[in-house]
């Protein structure tokens, strides 16, 4: 049989899947998780690891973060 339709694999649930762990889909998952603690988040990422797919050209505007996280800076120091 099929690896794809065996019944016997393990699995777990989440409450939420998020595809691909750019800034989108991280922001997606810490709003979630601030907004409902108890949520079962999980974000699949196809690179080897967070981040390893971003770009930069170290241009960063922070509204976003700072509305997210404000006190991102602080805790980045810590
Ligand atoms: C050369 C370059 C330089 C840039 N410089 C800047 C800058 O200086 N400042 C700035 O603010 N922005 C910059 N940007 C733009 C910035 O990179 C994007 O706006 C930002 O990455 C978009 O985030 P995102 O989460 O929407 O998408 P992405 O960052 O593309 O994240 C999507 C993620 O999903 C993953 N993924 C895709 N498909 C799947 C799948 N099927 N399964 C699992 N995972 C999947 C990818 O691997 C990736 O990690 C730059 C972009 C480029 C190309």
């Known amino acids: 049989m099929p690896d ?11 409450d939420v899947v998020i595809v691909g762990a750019g800034p989108s889909g991280l922001s997606c998952a810490i709003r979630l998780k601030q907004l409902s ?12 690891e967070v981040g390893a797919h971003l770009l930069s050209g ?11 996280v404000p006190d991102w800076a602080e805790k980045a120091r810590r």
């Open 4 to 14: 794809s339709i065996r019944s016997d694999r393990e699995s777990m649930e989440y």
């Open 37 to 48: 603690p108890d949520l079962n988040v999980c974000i699949l990422e196809k690179g080897s």
């Open 58 to 68: 170290a241009v960063f505007e922070p509204r976003a973060l700072d509305e997210l």
